[in-house]
């Protein structure tokens, strides 16, 4: 098969092993840098160009958008749909995926836990919209933040107010979470390939940091799912579309609660902690597909 991986950086850890993971398994593979394709959009020929050439139509391609350039991608992901190749994940999942709030309601209507959560359109009476929540302290995130950048943690309702005015005054859309306080600073991520969890681990934050991405300096250790745990993460997959993707978990009281599902996961930090070839399993999904 000619896989592409779409990546803006073919010197990341993802992209590279899912480039030696393609070509162990006798396939040929091009890293294309999405942001450098034009698109040319006809009823009969659909093409893309890329560094002045049209390139030759794949079997697969693998997404591996940043969610700063999530329009552009996920239209190039679609121009190869529309060319009747097959995406690892699809532009419509990605673009599910990419909207935190569009995301949560999806996951809510599926009938799946969640922390608490509210949102307003710049709302006046901050005060009175905070008593909808029960928690003293709560999570504030940027809609459009990811890897923990853009999350504050309020430790009273008073704090929680002024950030989100502070949030407003800045026309900056954010939403407000219950604080999980069970947790602990810690998290469980579950890598789900094609409707299976091919790799699980806990994430736990550095001393005095509530937030457990690896990008913050949390640590990560192998874990064997729950049935419950386990059912959540592929429903949850399920529910946005998602071929491949990591579902993001707190442990409560009331059972596990997805935090999120991301639809372009980091490989490094699931491989590291469980000692598996995930980049392998992504593969195979693409073979059994195509």
Do not use: W
């Amino acid at each position: 098969m000619l896989i592409y991986i779409l990546s803006a950086n073919s010197s990341l850890y993802s992209t590279k092993r899912l480039e030696e993971a393609a070509k162990q398994r006798k396939h040929e593979v091009r890293i294309i840098n999405h942001t450098k394709c034009d698109i040319v959009i006809e009823q009969k020929r659909p093409t893309i160009i890329y560094n002045g050439e049209t390139l030759p139509t794949p079997d697969a391609v693998i997404p591996r958008i940043g969610a700063s350039v999530t329009f552009y991608g996920t239209a190039v992901v679609r121009q190869f749909e529309m060319m009747k190749v097959f995406s690892a994940v699809e532009s419509q999942a990605l673009v599910r995926s990419r909207d935190k709030l569009r995301s949560l309601q999806i996951l809510a209507r599926a009938g799946l836990g969640l922390p608490k959560t509210l949102f307003t359109n710049y709302s006046k009476d901050v005060k009175k919209l905070l008593e909808n929540i029960d928690s003293k302290e709560m999570i504030i995130k940027l809609l459009e933040g990811t890897q923990g950048l853009g999350v504050v943690l309020a430790e009273t309702k008073n704090a929680a107010e002024s950030v989100i005015e502070a949030f407003h005054g800045l026309k900056a859309r954010v939403i407000i979470q219950e604080y999980i306080k069970e947790s602990k600073g810690t998290d469980i991520r579950a890598f789900i390939v094609d409707g299976n969890v091919v790799g699980a681990m806990r994430r736990t934050a550095k001393e005095g940091e509530f937030r457990s991405n690896l990008h913050r300096g949390g640590s990560a250790e192998l874990i064997e799912l729950t049935d419950e745990e386990e059912i959540v993460a592929i429903k949850a997959c399920k529910a946005l579309g998602l071929g491949i993707a990591g579902v993001d978990m707190l442990l409560s009281k009331r059972g596990p609660l997805i935090l999120e599902v991301n639809s372009s996961p980091g490989l490094e930090g699931i491989e590291k902690a469980t000692g598996k070839d995930i980049a392998k399993s992504i593969i195979r999904y693409i073979e059994r597909h195509v």
